[in-house]
């Protein structure tokens, strides 16, 4: 195996965050599954952004969003993604390149355009995702570069990506292509493959090994599962993969490697304004963490130092500087 030139490619949504504030009675009226997330056509992405209240736009995507915390964090890192050649699409590349994160996939002609997130905070910060994701489900196999993917010592990839078909087969040419340079591939969960028909396809998935580390939450782990205790979701799952973690809010997380476990307390945040991107960043805290060669319970200490940055602001990308928080 050669040295890897990248740290981490990372494969998922090309998404543009519209973020408003919004009290409990606005998420009611509009019927939105308050903290959760939902898949919006773009009709009726139009007639809700047209409802919100005043919002502010930043490039989002749970994968870019931990390419972003990976490079505050100090790694050399990609993204591919797909955007449409319009507004917002233009709005992604710039945040992306902005931030010191490799982005080159040639964007489509429009329509479909750009995705996009309406995200309604509300004043116990819980975030309600409303997604149209549009051109971001359009990539396909032939968008990747086989020599980025093998330049770079983990393939990331996201879970949202997975459900459409173009998109799942891009993924599973890019861990193809990274297993066949040695190198690792990690995938996040998204609550949106772990139910329904979906469940299946995740969970062949891992057992067929195309997964060397998995994150996901304690909801997203139980219902992939079908377990009740945590305890024996792991035991479900960590025999399939590497590394397994579990992210778990205001519980802290908890990994298993090896036949062991490691469980940390959540760090603490100077406040809760808005919880978009705490598992992104936390993702993008133990990946750089392991890049470094930490050990597994540092690896989870990282990630819930990133995670705690980013719920203390709006949006999902880290303010503060990560580098310093962390001290890799």
């Given amino acids: 195996m050669t040295s890897a030139k990248l740290d981490i490619v990372a494969i998922g949504d090309a998404i543009v965050d519209v973020i408003a504030t919004a009290d409990d009675s606005f998420l009611e009226e509009h019927r939105l599954p308050k903290g959760g997330m939902q898949l919006l ?31 505050a964090l100090g790694l050399n890192a990609a993204f591919v993604g797909q955007v449409a050649d319009d507004q917002l ?20 002609e429009a329509p479909p355009p750009t995705g996009r997130c309406l995200i309604l905070v509300t004043p116990d910060g819980q975030r309600t995702m409303n997604t149209c994701p549009a051109a971001s489900h359009e990539l396909t196999p032939a968008a990747l570069d086989p020599e980025l993917i093998r330049s770079a010592s983990i393939t990331f990839l996201e879970g949202y990506l997975w459900g459409p078909e173009r998109p799942r087969a891009a993924m599973l040419e890019a861990a193809r292509i990274a297993h066949s340079a040695g190198r690792s591939v990690a995938f996040t969960l998204s609550e949106s493959l772990c139910i329904g028909d979906r469940r299946e396809g995740v969970l062949g998935m891992v057992e067929s090994g195309v997964v060397d580390i998995l994150f996901g939450n304690e909801h997203e782990t139980r219902n992939l599962t079908g377990c009740g205790p945590l305890d024996e979701c792991i035991e479900a799952l960590s025999p399939k993969v590497r590394t397994l973690v579990i992210t778990r809010g205001a519980e802290g997380a908890v990994a298993a490697e090896n036949g062991g476990s490691v469980e940390i307390r959540a760090a603490p945040a100077t406040q809760v304004v808005d919880t978009t991107g705490a598992g992104d960043l936390f993702a993008a805290g133990f990946l750089a963490a392991r890049l470094r060669g930490r050990a597994l319970e540092a690896c989870l200490e990282a990630g819930a130092i990133a995670a705690a940055e980013v719920i203390s602001h709006f949006g999902a990308r880290p303010e503060a500087d990560l580098r310093q928080l962390v001290a890799l």
């Fill in 89 to 108: 699409g233009e709005i992604f590349a710039h945040d992306m390149l902005a931030l010191g994160v490799r982005f080159e996939t040639p964007a489509l």
């Fill in 41 to 71: 056509t773009a009709e009726e992405a139009d007639a809700l952004y047209a409802a919100m209240g005043p919002a502010r736009e930043i490039s989002g995507g749970s994968a870019a969003n931990s390419m972003a915390g990976a490079a």
